[in-house]
């Protein structure tokens, strides 16, 4: 089944508890937790290393994939992908994430 996650935008020093908050919308089966988690491991492990920006630089990551049932194959279907995309965010991504925010505490 295919997944994707909600965007998130984080200062380095919060990252690692904003990917923890991210989740699967939709339906969600165990193969698509455990590929989650993996993404969220590894989305962590490529901020801190710096690769893409140090401590001062604010972050916009989304994930996606698709998971069959025990990550085999299966005829018709998409075989088991996992794409993680990590940017600087900026301006305009911070005050949206701002603006999506103030919107959630309002309801």
């Known amino acids: 089944m295919s997944w994707v996650t909600n965007v998130v935008v984080a200062e380095a020093k919060e990252f690692p508890f904003a990917v923890e908050g991210l989740k699967i919308q ?11 988690e993996a993404a969220k491991d590894a989305i962590v492990v490529l901020v801190n290393s710096n690769a893409v920006g140090d401590e001062s630089v604010t972050y916009r990551v989304s994930a996606n994939g698709h998971s069959n049932p025990d990550h085999k ?3 018709g279907w998409s075989n088991d992908s996992l794409t993680i995309s990590i940017y600087q965010a900026s301006q305009q991504d911070i005050e949206y994430y701002e603006r999506q925010q103030q919107a ?4």
């Open 26 to 36: 939709g339906d969600v089966t165990p193969e698509n937790h455990e590929a989650l």
């Open 73 to 75: 194959p299966a005829e």
């Open 104 to 107: 959630a505490t309002q309801d």
